[in-house]
């Protein structure tokens, strides 16, 4: 497991040319970008669990047929801070830091003020979020760093408070048909309250405006919603959205906010102040984007933790989503690097499999429909939603597949009916082994699996005369636990689900979590908008935003010349 969890991965700091068996389609031109913890120990110090790890970011940049591959540790103040100091000095999620460890009590006391509600840390190693031509690595953290996604280089530093009044935000933003990004955040005992915020980042800002200024500028708050808890937010990772709603789970796995505050105190990590409430609800809500407000109709069901939203749409009168669910919030608990040991796939093992679930809610409640009666009509789901006494909404999904997780569709889908999930297939083990497609239609999968080979999420990009839902191809980054086996990018036909091609390459390359493509047919709009930018004094930009070399790609000498 050292191989894949323990050790520090090198960076490919300029672009391989990877070694192509099969046949890419001539269609696939753009950029894969991932992200994810790639370092774990600095000096002699050493992160407690994996999701702690310094981002590392990595692309393959394929272009008629060839790929190149190429890898950067993301230059946050964090990293920066760290490498300096030759050890862990800034704090993550589970793993607490001390600048100095030799301060006394008193010392620590006089910095606990500053830690009350901590200032978080900017190692953003989750996802990719584009905004309007920009491209920013995220976190759950109030902080994300804009990058260059073709040279990997990290730009500026980007605080959400300067625009919404968060202190967490999700990694999994929604985006609409223009390209507005639609995100979530926790706002902390801001003016004695605790609340879940909507906000929506435009996707470009409007000419007499605009003056080189980015469009986070102009974000603007969609919705707040309380917490059922002051002092114990839900911890949520994404919500679900439809055409004309939104759909948020506030889950009894809570961060206690009073034991935050003491945590730098008591020598402990935040992580430690969350918890599962196995004997609260889960409270479903459902806010229309076109009121901004929650419907009034309270929705619960039973006490699940839920990472992962798939999609939600609309249907006869109620809102069908589909979540990958857990009974418990053992996942977590796995990834501590002292569990991740060679006995891992023997040793470690979830306590519920997570499992991919439907619920329907219905958007109109019948006052005299009888108590203990089925809201739900809708003939494609068994999901029932039993009305109760006090006008409470019980829902009760329907299970569709067990061993699931990292899910994508089809994103011109996401929103609106759709067929096909693809995921990376885990059971007990929360590592995947397998890349599944899932029919909801017909309730069959199809499976790839390689010996020693362990998938990334599985990302869908369609084929430019795409007319059904899953014409296109599936990428994915495959680490492998076999020395004698390089790591490659596979590319499998989405419909067959057979494979097309693999890039491997010879690097270290790590297991990473999220990311995106970037068609080619994206970079010239790209390229003239940081044009733009540049030639404007007015612009606010923070740091250089240059377009981008070598054909746009990063990639040598050839595609330069294209």
């Known amino acids: 497991m050292d191989v894949i969890f323990g050790r520090n991965k090198k960076e490919q700091l300029e672009p391989v040319r990877a070694q192509v068996t099969g046949k890419i389609p001539p269609w696939l031109q753009g950029t894969l970008l991932r992200n994810g913890p790639g370092m774990h120990t600095v000096g002699d110090s050493r992160y407690n669990h994996w999701f702690d790890g310094l981002a590392l970011l990595h692309s393959f940049a394929i272009r008629d047929g060839e790929v190149y ?31 100095d460890p030799c301060k006394n009590i008193f010392s620590k006391a006089f910095s606990y003020l500053s830690h009350t509600i901590p200032d978080f840390t900017d190692n953003c190693l989750i996802n990719i979020m584009r905004c309007g031509e920009d491209f920013y690595a995220t976190t759950e953290t109030n902080y994300m760093r804009r990058i260059n996604p073709w040279t990997l280089e990290t730009l500026e530093k980007v605080d959400y408070r300067k625009y919404v009044a968060i202190n967490l935000a999700t990694a999994h933003p929604h985006y609409d048909g223009a390209g507005n990004v639609l995100n979530m955040g926790t706002s902390i005992v801001d003016k004695g309250r605790t609340q879940y915020v909507i906000f929506k980042i435009p996707a470009t800002v409007p000419e ?103 999609n939600a749409y609309e249907e006869d009168g109620c809102i069908v989503f589909d979540v990958i669910t857990y009974e418990d919030s053992s996942l977590y608990d796995l990834f501590y690097l002292a569990n991740l040991n060679q006995d891992f796939e023997e040793s470690s093992r979830l306590t519920s499999v997570p499992t991919l679930r439907r619920f329907a809610v219905p958007l109109h409640v019948d006052k ?24 409470q909404v019980y829902c009760q999904p ?33 590592i995947p082994t397998k890349i599944v497609k899932y029919d909801i239609l017909t309730k069959s999968s199809l499976k790839w699996g390689e010996e020693s080979c362990w998938p990334a999420e599985p990302l869908f990009v369609p084929a430019p005369d795409a ?45 990473d979590l ?28 923070q740091g250089p935003h240059r377009p981008d070399g070598a054909g746009g790609l990063g990639l040598p000498g050839r595609a330069a010349q294209d």
């Open 368 to 391: 005299n429909a009888e108590v203990g009666s089925n809201l739900i009509k809708v003939a494609s789901t068994t999901a029932t939603a039993l009305k109760e006494r006090d006008d």
């Open 69 to 99: 591959y190429r890898s950067k540790y993301l230059k946050s103040d964090t990293y920066n801070a760290n490498i300096e100091a030759n050890r862990i000095v800034v704090s993550e999620f589970g793993t607490m830091a001390y600048p």
């Open 467 to 511: 007319k059904d839902e899953d014409d296109g191809v599936i990428l994915s980054a495959i680490v492998s636990t076999d020395p004698q086996k390089p790591p490659f990018l596979l590319i499998l036909d989405a419909k067959s689900f057979t494979e097309l091609a693999r890039a491997s390459v010879a690097v270290e390359m790590h297991l």
């Open 514 to 541: 999220h990311g995106l493509f970037i068609p080619d047919s994206d970079r010239a709009a790209r390229n003239q908008a940081a044009s733009e930018a540049q030639q404007d004094p007015a612009s606010e930009r």
């Open 208 to 310: 007499a405006k605009r003056k080189g200024k980015s469009p986070l500028k102009h974000t603007e708050v969609f919705c707040s919603i309380p917490s059922r808890s002051l002092l114990s937010p839900s911890y949520y990772h994404s919500f679900g959205v439809t055409e004309n709603y939104v759909v948020f789970l506030e889950q009894p796995f809570r961060l206690d906010i009073l034991k935050m505050a003491t945590a730098y105190m008591r020598g402990v990590s935040w992580a430690s102040c969350m918890a599962f409430h196995r004997e609260d609800k889960t409270h479903i809500h459902i806010i229309d984007q076109r009121t901004r407000k929650p419907v009034s109709t309270k929705f619960y069901t039973d006490a699940i933790v839920v990472f992962h939203h798939v």
């Open 398 to 430: 329907e299970s569709l597949f067990e061993g699931l997780e990292l899910p994508r569709i089809n994103y011109a889908h996401n929103g609106k009916p759709y067929r096909y999930v693809f995921a990376a297939g885990v059971q007990w083990s929360p």
